[in-house]
């Protein structure tokens, strides 16, 4: 059992601005959040197959309470100057960036489509070890 519940956040279909508590977590957010359908039953994590959508703060509450994140300073080549334009441009771990979508990055920071490609090859290597 779980020592703390943790509830997801889903927008109310009738107005957008208005939160309210989830049943459960998105499959694809679960996926986002590094983890499996199996690791998510294992760890009685609350999922609604019937959810589509994925918001950040669903994957974010995810990664921090069940350690899936690494961070962006384990990728070989990404210093603390690298690791806080990345975080600015919307990757916050190695996950993001291993998933990410080059061509949008590239138009959000100053490095190159070879490095960022290159350090998107180290993040899935890093995954893969995991």
């Known amino acids: 059992m ?14 957008k601005k208005w939160i309210r508590d989830g049943r459960g977590f998105s499959l694809e ?6 983890l499996t359908l199996h690791e998510a039953k294992t760890l009685e994590i609350p999922i609604d197959r019937r959810r589509r959508t994925t918001h950040l703060k669903n994957v974010q509450t995810l990664k921090e309470h069940f350690g ?5 300073s384990e990728i070989r080549g990404v210093g603390k100057v690298i690791e806080e334009e990345l975080k600015r441009a919307g ?8 998933y990410a979508d ?3 990055l590239a138009e959000k920071v100053t490095f190159s489509k070879k490095n960022l490609k290159r350090w998107q090859g180290e993040a899935r290597k890093l995954l893969r070890k995991q």
């Open 102 to 104: 080059i061509n949008t």
């Open 68 to 72: 899936t994140s690494i961070l962006l």
């Open 29 to 34: 957010e679960i996926k986002r959040a590094g």
């Open 2 to 15: 779980m020592e703390e519940e943790i509830e997801p956040v889903v927008y109310a279909s009738t107005r």
């Open 91 to 98: 990757i916050p771990d190695a996950y993001d960036l291993a």
